[in-house]
């Protein structure tokens, strides 16, 4: 069977490989090196002496580049998604979160920002971030949901107002207020969404 | 009047734009929506209900499901696939909803021509602006009343889903 490494929750910026069950053809690269970058050496200690908190965050972010970036996209490019079920990449994605879920909000955050322009990939992501509790992948969830609400692609935007109406919160509820759609079929599925919300906590 | 009620991925149908074209065709449809049918040994899973009882067949569906998530379905004319000799055979259905358990069908050996007139009654659907849409609220509440009506027993969803009702 294939392994796949993860990092541990040791506050250490250490990493410590250990294997995990993988998900179908998922296999992840471990020939990560852990040598230090120029990042990590301009911010090297703090005045105990030990390793600061922004060198073991850059150093954890970068790591997460290196050993599951790849991956997650060909999870992404490759897997049969369909709405109700959890996906390869959701699955892959909620093993990151569980041990480090500051560094993997970050790191999802960062692949978005990239890959903006690849209708597959944010399409991908935000499926992913919208099966997560809106506390789990705050604030970075909904930043991307919001940015997903002004993309040309109308696949896209449909993702942006999916995510706010599964995490179902009040600033959801605001924030799809004060959207507007081009698209009919979409315009009438956001006002039915805003319709929902607004039912569930009980404001008009 | 009995229907065969299908989900399909309403946001890959509409990636070309199917209602503001009066010219538009199957074969315009985009080849994301088509393969967005996903259909597996040459069929296609359908749940066969009377046409007032449509929320039968969306709850079969939603039922099995992980997540809350918004979906569309189209409900097929059963007597137009015959007509166009497509093939439609009772198989069992993966659904925790044991009324409808019998209702399950295979929309069997699909071909290229053939999976081109699924398509076409699907475009005609979505140009009469006939595609059903449940919403997580929609989908809840359907979940709920069949629950309280002792239709569904909650242990039997997916952890994930229960966790979310």
């Given at each position: 069977?294939?392994?796949?490494?993860?990092?541990?929750?040791?506050?250490?910026?250490?990493?410590?490989?250990?294997?995990?069950?993988?998900?179908?053809?998922?296999t992840l690269q471990a020939g990560t090196t852990h040598e230090p970058v120029l990042e990590d050496l301009i911010d090297l200690s703090d005045s105990s002496g030990g390793v600061s908190e922004n060198t073991l965050n850059r150093r954890r972010l970068r790591q997460f580049k290196e050993n599951y970036t790849k991956e997650l996209l060909r999870i992404i490019c490759e897997q049969d998604f369909e709405y109700g079920f959890d996906s390869s990449a959701d699955l892959f994605v909620r093993e990151l979160m569980e041990p480090n879920e500051a560094v993997t909000k970050e790191w999802l955050n960062a692949i978005y920002i990239e890959q903006f322009s690849d209708i597959r990939v944010v399409i991908g992501l935000l499926q992913v971030v919208s099966h997560l509790q809106y506390p789990e992948i705050y604030p970075q969830g909904p930043t991307m949901a919001l940015a997903a609400l002004s993309h040309a692609n109308s696949e896209v935007r449909e993702c942006g107002i999916r995510a706010f109406e599964n995490w179902g919160t009040i600033e959801s509820l605001n924030i799809l207020r004060n959207v507007k759609c081009t698209e009919s079929w979409m315009q009438e599925y956001l006002s039915q969404v805003i319709k929902d919300l607004e039912k569930e906590f009980g404001v008009q | 009047m009995s229907l065969l009620v299908r989900k399909i991925d309403n946001a890959k149908w509409m990636q070309n734009d199917i209602l503001n074209n009066d010219t538009f065709s199957v074969e315009d449809v985009s080849a994301d929506a088509i393969t967005s049918l996903k259909t597996s040994g040459n069929a296609l899973s359908a749940w066969q209900v009377a046409e007032e009882a449509i929320e039968d067949a969306v709850l079969a569906i939603v039922s099995s499901h992980q997540h809350l998530d918004t979906i569309d379905?189209?409900?097929?004319?059963?007597?137009?696939?015959?007509?166009?000799?497509?093939?439609?055979?009772?198989?069992?259905?993966?659904?925790?909803?044991?009324?409808?358990?019998?209702?399950?069908?295979?929309?069997?050996?699909?071909?290229?021509?053939?999976?081109?007139?699924?398509?076409?009654?699907?475009?005609?659907?979505?140009?009469?602006?006939?595609?059903?849409?449940?919403?997580?609220?929609?989908?809840?509440?359907?979940?709920?009343?069949?629950?309280?009506?002792?239709?569904?027993?909650?242990?039997?969803?997916?952890?994930?889903?229960?966790?979310?009702?």
């Open positions: 069977m294939s392994e796949k490494y993860k990092l541990t929750t040791q506050d250490t910026g250490k990493v410590k490989e250990e294997p995990v069950p993988s998900y179908g053809q998922t | 379905v189209v409900c097929l004319d059963p007597s137009s696939l015959e007509s166009n000799r497509i093939r439609l055979q009772s198989t069992p259905g993966s659904t925790p909803l044991k009324d409808i358990f019998g209702q399950h069908i295979d929309i069997c050996d699909l071909t290229y021509r053939t999976l081109g007139t699924v398509a076409e009654q699907i475009v005609h659907i979505l140009k009469e602006g006939k595609v059903l849409r449940y919403t997580k609220g929609n989908i809840k509440k359907l979940l709920y009343d069949a629950i309280n009506q002792g239709r569904l027993q909650k242990d039997e969803l997916d952890e994930s889903l229960r966790k979310r009702l």
